[in-house]
């Protein structure tokens, strides 16, 4: 009766129940706890520090790929290049002989190459949480990152593409896993995650390629006005072909942002999706370690941990090198620390629940697979993956941590290490211990498979320094929306 | 940037989606005409060391499949007479041909005659002769009318789609057994074909596999 009587005199509405009562305390109001409400000023923080114009912020960005080519950038190319020849002639050996050439062998018929494209897929998810998820939750602190990680994302998926096409042996049937009519009456089993993984991941590829792609478009312009006034007129051409006519008038405006939140809409389940797919193609089988509910969002989790591993990986050496630091504030290495720290918490609990599960759910095959993860011939495997996985992204509670820039790099690699091996002792471990105890082994990568994985970092790294040397690394015109000059209202009070 | 690029760039977007349009119903068409069995298999038909003619022997004179193709009711594979075979009568008839001088060299030198294959499945597909035309299946369907061939060529296209075709339906290809070597017959020579197929379908419980390995064993 008390609470209700408190409520009538904070809406000060008269209600049919308990009419007296309502009445009585409308004549006798309560009175203020305080004489004058003074909420707590919480300032945005400031994403484009020491007031820089915005004449300044297209010098910098275009004056990347303006000025003369850098020696490092030579260097780190041509060793780049080296490291992506092993991926090439890997798979040169592989189409020439056949799939025998990895490791692969009853029990373990999926391993490294598999291992391989979820770590590359998962990665990719970062840049289009960034481009989608918090574009619609209006997070502006994606702008000076939003390209580059879409970029990752694009590049990701390049890497992660290579390795179930290879894995299929004879790469010219490749065509088979799209629905194409044939004089054969090969139809694809819809049924299979692996089929449905097809559509999942060329879906993502695509929308990544369009949303990349349509930011681009107003950068692309400018760097075309730009070499044109400085009569550098084949390379203007080529930014002009591929900027598509944009003049920057109000309808041109209008429909790219319109453009760009339809895209944010469409990728928005494309983050959560892709790699809830991923994860069918072992949560449907029935084997134990694999097949569990809590993997589609266990493993979206670990793609967005291992994909802001990455892009923390790529971002902090290119604010080092370009002097960046005004743009990619200690504010967004906070950011994306956090991120890292909570998705990186999420996967822990994961981890622990996966042990959890098999105890409560008192299935000894089930039991027996965690207790051998944790304790059988891959233990090294699986404290690896703990140790960069659950007491890595803890360090970044620590604000002194977050704010050594070397320290955060490093641990951002442990992350990435952490997340290959989470799916490599998903994968290996399970397959390694299946049903029938005389048919258990134990998998070793050979040279071709292990020269293949380590030549798709330079598959990426190649990739990635065209894209840092020929393309704008931020969108110009978002971040001169977020500077401080940009909001007409910063002074007045809401 | 009327300087950079012309006025009618700005066709470009359409005149690419057009060509893009067109170039992939190109791609298709031609594919599905040029590049299925129906155009690579079918009208296949060698110059043979012997012109043998099918139409003379079993359309006009009504020798039975059989007596040459010997084993094709009891093996997996239809086997290619030997020269003794045709020798059982071209000792007497046309003894001295020169068209059957290579006959006559691989009867006294027990070398075979160097036929030229001509219908073939890959190899890793199972094909069985005796089952199918112990079911009711007959040559015609998939060599067509050879009755009527003076040369043979490839007539029907032996796709997997062409299997699967019958696989999955097979009554209306069906037949009495002792019309699997009529060529000329047809199912609509028998009064209630597909009430007899079914007929015939449930007695001798024919199942034709649609797995992959009933055939990819």
Redesign the interface.
């Given at each position: 009766m008390s609470a209700d009587s408190t409520t009538a005199t904070f809406d000060d509405a008269p209600r049919s129940r308990d009419s007296a009562h309502v009445h009585h305390a409308s004549e006798h109001p309560r009175p203020a706890i305080l004489d004058e409400v003074n909420p707590a000023r919480l300032p945005r923080a400031t994403l484009v520090e020491h007031g820089r114009s915005f004449n300044w912020i297209t010098e910098k960005i275009c004056g990347i790929i303006e000025g003369k080519t850098p020696a490092w950038w030579w260097v780190c190319f041509i060793t780049a290049a080296f490291v992506a020849s092993w991926t090439v002639m890997g798979l040169i050996y592989l189409v020439s002989t056949g799939v025998g050439v990895w490791g692969h062998a009853n029990p373990v018929n999926w391993a490294w190459d598999i291992v391989n494209f979820v770590f590359w897929i998962g990665i990719g998810h970062a840049g289009t949480l960034i481009s989608a998820i918090l574009c619609l939750l209006r997070q502006k602190w994606r702008t000076s990152i939003n390209r580059a990680a879409e970029a990752m994302t694009i590049f990701a998926v390049v890497c992660a593409a290579i390795f179930p096409v290879f894995h299929i042996g004879r790469i010219w049937f490749a065509w088979f896993l799209f629905p194409i009519p044939n004089s054969n009456y090969i139809w694809q089993n819809f049924r299979s995650p692996l089929e449905w993984d097809v559509f999942a991941v060329s879906t993502y590829g695509t929308v990544s390629v369009l949303f990349w792609y349509v930011g681009l478009v107003p950068d692309l312009a400018v760097l075309r006005d730009r070499f044109f006034n400085a009569g550098k007129k084949i390379r203007s051409w080529f930014y002009g072909l591929f900027a598509m006519g944009w003049r920057g008038s109000n309808r041109h405006w209008s429909n790219y942002e319109m453009a760009y939140v339809i895209l944010a809409g469409v990728s928005t389940p494309l983050v959560l999706s892709v790699h809830t797919i991923v994860s069918f193609d072992f949560a449907v089988s029935l084997l134990p370690g694999w097949h569990t509910t809590i993997f589609p969002p266990y493993f979206v989790a670990g793609a967005i941990f291992s994909g802001f591993g990455m892009v923390l990986t790529l971002m902090l050496p290119l604010r080092a090198v370009f002097k960046l630091e005004d743009l990619i504030t200690q504010y967004h290495i906070d950011c994306m620390c956090k991120i890292t720290l909570a998705t990186g918490t999420i996967v822990g609990y994961a981890y622990a629940m996966e042990f959890f599960i098999a105890w409560y759910g008192a299935n000894p095959y089930e039991g027996f697979t965690f207790i051998n993860r944790a304790f059988g011939p891959y233990a090294w495997a699986y404290w690896i993956m703990i140790s960069c996985n659950v007491i890595t992204p803890q360090l970044f509670w620590f604000k002194k941590i977050r704010r050594n820039t070397a320290l955060v790099w490093i641990l951002s690699i442990f992350v990435n290490v952490g997340m290959w091996f989470e799916r490599f002792v998903i994968i290996v471990t399970s397959l390694a211990r299946d049903f029938l105890p005389s048919s258990w082994g134990y998998y070793s990568p050979s040279v071709v498979e292990i020269f293949t994985f380590f030549g798709t970092f330079g598959v990426f790294s190649v990739l990635f320094l065209l894209f840092i040397r020929f393309l704008p690394i931020m969108p110009m015109a978002e971040i001169k929306a977020v500077t401080p000059q940009a909001d007409g209202h910063a002074h007045s009070h809401h | 940037?009327s300087?950079?690029?012309p006025k009618s760039?700005?066709k470009l977007?359409l005149q690419i989606i057009i060509f893009l349009i067109v170039f992939a119903a190109v791609v298709t068409a031609a594919t599905t005409y040029y590049a299925?069995?129906?155009y690579t298999r079918v009208g296949y038909a060698p110059v043979q060391p012997v012109p043998f003619s099918h139409a003379l022997h079993n359309g006009q004179l009504g020798i039975n499949c059989r007596y040459c193709h010997s084993n094709v009711e009891k093996t997996g594979f239809a086997n290619i007479p030997t020269s003794q075979t045709c020798m059982n009568c071209h000792n007497q008839i046309k003894a001295d041909s020169p068209l059957l001088a290579p006959v006559r060299a691989s009867y006294e030198s027990g070398n075979p005659v160097p036929w030229i294959q001509i219908h073939q499945v890959p190899d890793y597909v199972y094909f069985n002769h005796s089952v199918h035309i112990n079911r009711g299946v007959s040559c015609v369907e998939c060599h067509g009318q050879v009755n009527e061939m003076e040369t043979v060529r490839h007539e029907k296209?032996l796709?997997?789609?062409?299997c699967?075709d019958c696989h999955r339906d097979p009554a209306p290809r069906l037949r009495p057994l002792d019309k699997i070597t009529d060529l000329n017959w047809t199912p609509a020579q028998m009064a209630e074909h597909d009430k007899w197929a079914a007929d015939f379908i449930a007695r001798n419980k024919i199942a034709p596999p649609q797995s992959c390995t009933g055939c990819h064993r």
């Open positions: - | 940037m300087q950079l690029f760039a700005n977007p299925t069995p129906e296209s796709s997997m789609g062409f699967l």
